[in-house]
C-alpha cells in the first residue's frame, strides 16, 4: 500500500530546517529516501531497517519509528542544493511489495 | 562503475503501437525495477525480476510486460500503446532482491511519447 507523505511541498530559505514524513499502514521492513532533481532520475538517499534507526546523509538524516510505522526524513540548515522531489518507498514484510509515496517538492531559496 | 543504462532515452511512437524498452543494471546487481512516472500519479511500481524471475507485479494493465535475461538485463514491452501511456519509465537495479541492504540506483529513463 502506497505510504502517505507529508506535507506535499515545502519552501525554503537556505539555512532553514525542514522535515518531511512518511506513514504506512502496512507493518514494514524497511524505509528507503529518494531524491529527485527536475529532468533527472531519484538517487537513493539512505535506507533505514531497524525501529528507532537513525541515518545521516550530508546534513539530512532520516528516523524510522518500527512501532508506528512512520519515518521522516530531517534537512537542516538547507542548502540551494537540496531542491528537489523527495520520496520515500516503503518495503512490507507481507507479499514483499515496495511503494513510493507521492513526494515532497522541496524549494529551497536564496 | 557504470550506471543503469536505459534506451533509448526518447521514444515517440502512434496509439495502437508496440514498443520495447531496455535497461542493463549495474554490473553485479541482479534486481530490476521498473517504474512509470508520471507528473499526476507519481511513481507507479510496473513489476520486479530477480534471476529472470518476476517477483512482483504492479496495478497495470497485461499490455504490460517485461522480463530478464541471463546476464541481468531486463526489457519492457507494452503493447497497443495507448495516449494515456505517455511517461518516464524509469528502470532501477539493486544488488540485493527488494533493496535489503542498499537501495535502489535509477536509470536515467525512458521517455515515451504516444501521439
Known amino acids: 500500500q502506497q505510504p502517505v507523505q507529508s506535507p506535499q511541498a515545502v519552501i525554503l530559505r537556505e539555512g532553514e530546517d525542514a522535515v518531511i514524513n512518511c506513514s504506512s499502514s502496512?507493518?514494514?521492513?524497511?524505509v528507503h529516501w529518494y531524491r529527485q532533481k527536475h529532468g533527472e532520475a531519484p538517487v537513493f538517499l539512505m535506507i533505514l531497517l531497524k525501529g528507532g534507526e537513525q541515518k545521516g546523509h550530508e546534513k539530512i538524516s532520516a528516523s524510522f519509528n518500527e512501532k508506528k510505522q512512520q519515518s521522516s526524513l530531517y534537512l537542516t540548515a538547507s542548502q540551494l542544493s537540496y531542491s528537489g522531489t523527495y520520496f520515500c518507498?516503503?518495503?512490507?514484510?507481507?507479499?514483499?511489495?515496495?511503494?513510493f509515496g507521492s513526494g515532497t517538492k522541496l524549494n529551497v531559496k536564496p | 562503475k557504470a550506471g543503469v543504462t536505459q534506451t533509448p532515452r526518447y521514444l515517440i511512437k502512434t496509439r495502437g503501437q508496440q514498443v520495447t524498452l531496455s535497461c542493463s543494471p549495474i554490473s553485479g546487481h541482479r534486481s530490476v525495477s521498473w517504474y512509470q512516472q508520471t507528473p499526476g500519479q507519481g511513481l507507479q511500481f510496473l513489476f520486479e525480476?530477480?534471476?529472470?524471475?518476476?517477483?512482483n507485479k504492479g496495478n497495470f494493465p497485461g499490455r504490460f510486460s517485461g522480463r530478464q535475461f541471463s546476464n541481468s538485463r531486463s526489457e519492457m514491452n507494452v503493447s497497443t500503446l495507448e495516449l494515456g501511456d505517455s511517461a518516464l519509465y524509469l528502470c532501477?537495479?539493486?544488488?540485493?532482491?527488494?533493496?535489503?541492504?542498499?537501495?535502489?540506483?535509477f536509470g536515467s529513463g525512458t521517455r515515451l511519447t504516444v501521439v
Open positions: 518507498g516503503t518495503e512490507e514484510y507481507n507479499f514483499n511489495k515496495f511503494y
Open positions: 525480476y530477480f534471476s529472470e524471475t518476476q517477483r
Open positions: 502496512k507493518a514494514l521492513y524497511s
Open positions: 532501477a537495479s539493486s544488488i540485493r532482491f527488494r533493496g535489503t541492504g542498499g537501495g535502489y540506483t
